[in-house]
Each structure stands twice: as C-alpha cells, then as structure tokens.
C-alpha cells in the first residue's frame, strides 16, 4: 500500500504561484495513476487535475485550465501541482489521490481514488 504526503501549501496573494509536493512511500508511483483534489470549507471534494502513470495523459478542471499544470517525476516518486495565477476562489485543502487502474486517461470520479493524503491548505488572499 502507498502512503501520500503533500506538501507547499500556504498563504499567497492572489496572482501569486504554489507548487504542491506530493510525496509517495511504500509502493512506486508508477504503479498509480494521481489526482489533485481539492475541498473548500462546506464544499464537495472535486477532482483538479490529474494524470496516467506514464504521465502520458493529463485532466484538468475547467477552473483551472491554463493556470495549473500537474507534473509526476516516477524516480523521484513525486508529483506535483503548479498553481499560477492564484484566485481567492482557489483557496481550500488540496489532496492528491493514488488510482491503481491502468488506463490510457485519468479517471476523473472521485470513486477510484483510493488511497489519500493527508491534505495541504492553501489560501489565496485577494
């Protein structure tokens, strides 16, 4: 089983740019497909971005087209979410998630992610 930490949450202007860490032990993140999530307060968890195990395939939200990009360094057992142009509405607890399918997409339900991290808040202040 793969454990999940995240990583480079914080406070930031709006404008402003984070990236997220997301560090995996246990098991080799090229075994997983992962997705970023997010969850404001009084909010649903949704699904930001995510990406196939090769790194082959990403997904990203409508909101976050073009201003987040979602990188995996398998070597590393890293992925990561680049957030520029930051909006106070960005602002929230952001997971990421491990999906064990093999697939040439990332799945996008919240259903097939598995395993989670323990979460990173980031605040975007106008």
């Known amino acids: 089983q793969v454990q999940l930490v995240e990583s480079g949450g914080g406070l930031v202007q709006a404008g402003g740019s984070l990236r997220l860490s997301c560090a995996a032990s246990?098991?080799?993140?090229?075994?997983?497909?992962m997705g970023w999530f997010r969850q404001a307060p009084g909010k649903e968890r949704d699904l930001v971005a995510a990406?196939?195990?090769?790194?082959?395939?990403?997904y990203y939200a409508d909101s976050v087209k073009g201003r987040f990009t979602i990188s995996r360094d398998n070597a590393k057992n890293t992925v990561y979410l680049q957030m520029n142009s930051l909006k106070p509405e960005d602002t929230a607890v952001y997971y990421c998630?491990?999906?064990?399918?093999?697939?040439?997409?990332?799945?996008?339900?919240?259903?097939?992610?598995?395993?989670w991290g323990q979460g990173t808040q980031v605040t975007v202040s106008s």
């Open positions: 998630a491990a999906d064990g399918a093999l697939r040439s997409k990332p799945r996008v339900e919240i259903r097939f992610y598995s395993t």
């Open positions: 246990g098991r080799s993140l090229s075994n997983y497909a």
């Open positions: 990406i196939t195990r090769s790194g082959g395939s990403t």
